[in-house]
């Protein structure tokens, strides 16, 4: 089943950039409108102070609040991580299908060195998403320390997401070099 990704890694890179483009355009062209012009606490990837999200809270305010949870967190942030993964999955075994070592693994070795490397981020993305989706509901949750952990959170899910990432390049190069 695992390996049968691989064989739809295009489409799956395909499907995962159009929903990356419709959450970035929801974001610049909608969500920083209902902020005041401030990110959302998604796009900070070095993290945010306490009082950094706290203000991206209060500029939201109810409704832009309620408009951000149901059209951001319940719906492409319920979908793109688990979709950004299997993309990820499907690209680490597609590249390392070029790569002689890789390939005289077993399918089931190969099915989880992908998922070992994928799963963190998906664990770590959804922990952040539910992590600011509780803040966006009841905002008396947000305090410093819930500001703090979600932060923690963004940061730590970025840093996972670097893992595959430059997992799949080096397979690339691998590859590569090999051809020529």
């Known amino acids: 089943m695992m390996l049968r990704l691989s064989r739809h890694a295009a489409a799956l890179c395909f499907v995962c950039v159009a929903v990356f483009v419709a959450m970035t355009a929801m974001e610049f062209l909608y969500f920083r409108q209902l902020s005041s012009g401030l990110p959302s606490l998604d796009l900070r990837f070095a993290g945010f102070t306490p009082d950094e999200g706290m203000a991206w809270l209060t500029a939201l305010g109810r ?3 309620e408009i951000i949870l149901v059209w951001h967190y ?49 664990l770590a993305d959804y ?54």
């Open 63 to 65: 409704r832009g609040s």
């Open 74 to 122: 319940l719906t492409f942030d319920l979908l793109f991580p688990a979709l950004l993964s299997l993309t990820l999955v499907s690209l680490i075994l597609a590249a390392g299908r070029r790569l002689k070592n890789f390939r005289a693994l077993s399918a089931q070795l190969q099915s989880l060195f992908a998922l070992v490397l994928v799963l963190p981020y998906t």
């Open 127 to 180: 922990a952040q998403n539910f992590a600011v989706a509780r803040m966006l509901s009841d905002f008396l949750s947000a305090n410093p320390d819930s500001l703090s952990h979600a932060s923690a959170l963004i940061v730590t899910k970025f840093a996972l997401l670097a893992i595959p990432v430059t997992v799949i390049a080096a397979f690339q190069l691998m590859g590569q070099r090999r051809r020529a």
